[in-house]
Antibody
Framework: QVQLVQSGSELKKPGASVKVSCKAS????????MNWVRQAPGQGLEWMGW????????TYAQGFTGRFVFSLDTSVSTAYLQISSLKAEDTAVYYC???????????????????WGQGTMVTVSS | QSALTQPASVSGSPGQSITISCTGT?????????VSWYQQHPGKAPKLMIY???KRPSGVSNRFSGSKSGNTASLTISGLQAEDEADYYC???????????FGGGTKLTVL
């Protein structure tokens, strides 16, 4: 069964850091690019960027540079999102989602986020 | 403010058809055949319903269809069912600088 399973909810204080995991199963981890999508409470979806699961090279969307870091551990088919210096406005559900690669194997096709994790709620509150 | 514009809400009665629009620009929807649509029930992860403008993934009902004209993409749901009540988001590739943009989402109510 193809699936992405994310780590559980987190409650953090402002200024702290959090690391969310996304474990893939049922497919070859390096065959799909891993993306991260944020959804603030009651709001829409916002693409944060993606990480190349073959090279580990991340690409961050505007607004997600500096405090946000994507990483991998391919030995356990897991992608990570780390957010540092947390702020109240980081409170959101964070999803991982897969994208196919194009024929080069280095760039996503951007055609369809076809597999999604169940989401991880990160709450930032003092 | 989202990059793609969707109506905040639409509604329809069981058995009817509804269409959700998604308006972008010549830099995203208008330039690429890479519009996708996602269904999201409360508290659940989004689910891919349409990709590349009009293609349905395996397992998605043929009651769901997609199209595009110029800078506007559309999702049509025919034969509305109670289980279709959800939020729907459009998404488009937007070139090698912005990459991906989502619409603000449309809440579908089945009356």
């Amino acid at each position: 069964q193809v699936q992405l399973v994310q780590s559980g909810s987190e409650l953090k204080k402002p200024g702290a850091s959090v690391k969310v995991s996304c474990k893939a199963s049922g497919y070859t981890f390096t065959s799909y690019a891993m993306n991260w999508v944020r959804q603030a409470p009651g709001q829409g979806l916002e693409w944060m960027g993606w990480i190349n699961t073959n090279t580990g090279n991340p690409t961050y969307a505007q607004g997600f540079t500096g405090r946000f870091v994507f990483s991998l551990d391919t030995s356990v088919s897991t992608a990570y999102l780390q957010i540092s210096s947390l702020k109240a406005e980081d409170t959101a559900v964070y999803y991982c989602a897969s994208l196919s690669y194009d024929s080069s194997g280095y760039f996503p096709t951007y055609d369809a986020f076809d597999i999604w994790g169940q989401g991880t709620m990160v709450t930032v509150s003092s | 403010q989202s990059a793609l514009t969707q109506p905040a809400s639409v509604s329809g009665s069981p058995g009817q058809s509804i269409t959700i629009s998604c308006t972008g620009t010549s830099s995203d929807v208008g330039s690429y055949n890479l519009v996708s649509w996602y269904q999201q029930h409360p508290g659940k992860a989004p689910k891919l319903m349409i990709y590349e403008g009009s293609k349905r993934p395996s397992g998605v009902s043929n009651r769901f269809s997609g199209s595009k004209s110029g800078n506007t993409a559309s999702l049509t749901i025919s034969g509305l069912q109670a289980e279709d009540e959800a939020d729907y988001y459009c998404c488009s590739y937007a070139g090698s600088s912005t990459y991906v943009v989502f619409g603000g989402g449309t809440k579908l109510t089945v009356l």
